[in-house]
């Protein structure tokens, strides 16, 4: 394919190699298998002397055409698209970790990652430490003789916190560790990790890659030697896309520049409008200038985010008051989607967390996440001041 010089034109003109047909936009391949031309060549692809499709749970050309354009957007060698973002975290950690282990992460985690470090990976013998991402001394003292690999997410899940990719990247290096970050919340087009350092790239595209809330997919991306690795897991533990799904995926990468200028755009109005606001006791964007890292945040990001939290006064009864007070906001566990979304991260996406681990991560009883979607800026700003009104 040809090297294109702009984010757009990446993710719109890289496509899989036209058919006789001649088509102009790319096929969908479902099936479950691709014939061989011969014994030879069967025998050849199985011993990986060429390349080319067997099985769609190895590769698909839909699953392969959504992973080039995201290696483009991302800067990176090579890539897997998965069944969903878990599958993505899951296994871009346990194809490269073994018994005797240790990951070093952020403290600030998606409820679902932080269950794989407490509850899954213990029976394999894989440890883990959490991190301050705001004190880089902490990170320093927590590396030990076995500590294998580095995983953070920036911004972080729910409570925005940013960590400085260039440092953590230089980390990495100095201690010889694989450093997997996980750019879900910022996307390709505002942020490329391994630009900084970073050897794993991992999403759950089902956010705003998707962008409609439509499908669960994930990918990993990162060095051929690494994802060669992972390559080999995934293909013998089959957490493979769908064709279909790949094929959506794809398309929605042609609109993902558009999509996240409306969604910063309207969520950094959001979050101005509601800063001082009398009803909140805190609201957080890393654009803000109110955000501790907000420098850090405009240095590595090109903007900030589709996301704006906030801290409700009253706790978490007032939280839950004020979700049901809104009219237009969806109330479901995801975000990315064109429709905005609030959430309650305390007694949903991190309500398996303690007290104490949710109050060392910010989440505290009254914040709620907001997911700003396409909807026309005022309508959502009147939907959730009408809510704080109600649930006072």
């Known amino acids: 394919m040809p090297e294109y010089k702009h984010f757009e034109t990446k993710a719109i003109r890289n496509q899989s190699e036209r058919s006789g047909f001649r088509e102009h ?49 991302e800067g990176t060698e090579d890539g897997i698209a998965t069944a969903s973002g ?45 991190a301050d991402i705001n004190n880089q001394d902490d990170w320093e003292k927590k590396i030990k003789p076995n500590t294998k690999m580095i995983f953070v997410e920036t911004p972080s899940n729910p409570a925005l916190d ?3 990719l260039e440092w953590l990247g230089d980390l990495a290096k100095r201690h010889n560790l694989i450093l997997n970050v996980d750019n879900c ?5 505002l942020q490329q990790p391994a630009k900084f350092g970073a050897h794993l790239v991992t999403h759950s595209a089902t956010k705003f890659i998707d962008g409609q809330g439509r499908t669960i997919a994930g990918a990993i991306l990162g060095t051929k030697e690494l994802i ?27 609109t993902l520049a558009v999509r996240m200028d409306r969604h910063c755009d309207s969520a950094i109005r959001i979050a101005e409008y509601l800063e001082g606001h009398d009803e909140l006791e805190l609201v957080k964007y890393p654009f803000l200038g109110s955000h501790p890292q907000s420098q850090l945040a405009k240095k590595q990001m090109k903007l900030g985010g589709g996301l704006v939290t906030f801290v409700v006064k009253g706790g978490i009864d007032r939280g839950r008051k004020f979700l049901n007070s809104l009219k237009m906001l969806s109330l479901t566990a995801n975000l990315g989607d064109s429709r905005t979304i609030a959430t309650h991260p305390a007694s949903t996406t991190h309500s398996k967390l303690t007290d104490e681990e949710r109050a060392e991560v910010g989440i505290l009883p009254g914040l709620v996440r907001i997911s700003v979607g396409l909807e026309n800026v005022n309508d959502i700003l009147e939907d959730i001041e009408n809510a704080l009104r109600a649930s006072k």
């Open 86 to 130: 878990m599958a993505a975290m899951f296994s871009s950690m346990a194809a490269l970790l073994k018994n005797g282990d240790h990951i070093l992460a952020s403290r600030s985690v998606f409820g679902s990652t932080h269950q794989l470090f407490t509850q899954v990976f213990p029976k394999w013998g894989i440890e883990h430490s959490y």
């Open 185 to 189: 919340f910022a996307t390709p087009y």
């Open 25 to 73: 936009s790319v096929p969908l391949y479902m099936t479950s298998s691709f014939t061989f031309e011969d014994a030879e060549q069967a025998r050849a692809l199985f011993a990986d002397e060429v390349d080319g499709n067997i099985y769609t749970r190895f590769s698909n050309p839909n699953n392969s055409e959504f992973i080039s354009k995201l290696c483009a957007m």
């Open 228 to 254: 060669e690795q992972i390559r080999f897991f995934t293909r013998h533990t089959g957490p493979s896309l769908s064709p279909f799904n790949g094929w959506l995926l794809s398309k929605s990468l042609e």
């Open 162 to 164: 940013i960590i400085d």
